[in-house]
């Protein structure tokens, strides 16, 4: 038996339905619980009771009133995140199904690297002839070339003199 779309209870979401009405009874739950606390200890302050047993149960209970409020508008948050994600799953599934390819391609073919690098190179060198201006210089027009200083090659060393040398001493 195949679901009709077409009836509007089809669309609706029961669990995320109970979800937002869990988030309002939970916050509704932990504002009647801090407000009735903090009316208790306003209670105990201008009476001037020694009834410290309510006084602590009161102080407990504003802590557990405040808790429930944060958990209840955390829950509306995670609530409407949990809203959006499934919708945008409904109307993905409406759509049709996209075909996923989770397999890497590993089959490229290296003729297509080398073309580029071909045309690439053949690409300079065509721009190389006409991009180059003619290298003929006179030795007039020719600029002063600086001279390299000169090093002269350390004279033969004697076997009689005490002179250093790179070499490492040994025992003998």
């Known amino acids: 038996m195949s679901q009709n779309s077409s009836r509007p209870l089809s669309?609706?979401?029961l669990v995320l339905a109970l979800l937002w009405l869990v988030d309002v009874?939970?916050?509704?739950?932990?504002?009647?619980?801090?407000t009735s606390s903090n009316a208790t200890q306003a209670e105990f302050y201008t009476s001037q009771s020694a009834d410290y047993g309510a006084y602590f149960s009161a102080q407990s209970?504003?802590?557990?009133g405040a808790t429930l409020?944060?958990?209840g508008i955390l829950g509306f948050i995670v609530t409407l995140a949990a809203m959006v994600v499934s919708r945008s799953i409904a109307k993905n599934a409406v759509a049709g199904p996209a075909v996923i390819d989770d397999e890497p391609d590993f089959g490229f073919d290296d003729t297509d690297f080398d073309t580029d690098e071909k045309t690439a190179v053949q690409a300079q060198a065509a721009e190389?002839?006409?991009s180059?201006?003619?290298?003929?210089?006179?030795a007039a027009t020719a600029a002063p070339t600086a001279v390299a200083p000169t090093?002269?090659?350390?004279?033969?060393?004697?076997?009689t003199g005490d002179k250093p040398t790179d070499e490492p001493k040994t025992a003998r």
Request: aromatic fraction near 6%; proline fraction near 8%.
């Open 11 to 13: 669309k609706f979401n």
């Open 25 to 34: 009874v939970v916050t509704a739950a932990g504002y009647l619980i801090l």
């Open 61 to 64: 209970g504003s802590g557990l």
């Open 69 to 71: 409020i944060g958990t």
């Open 128 to 130: 190389a002839p006409t």
């Open 132 to 138: 180059a201006a003619p290298a003929t210089t006179t």
């Open 151 to 159: 090093v002269e090659a350390p004279a033969a060393e004697s076997t």
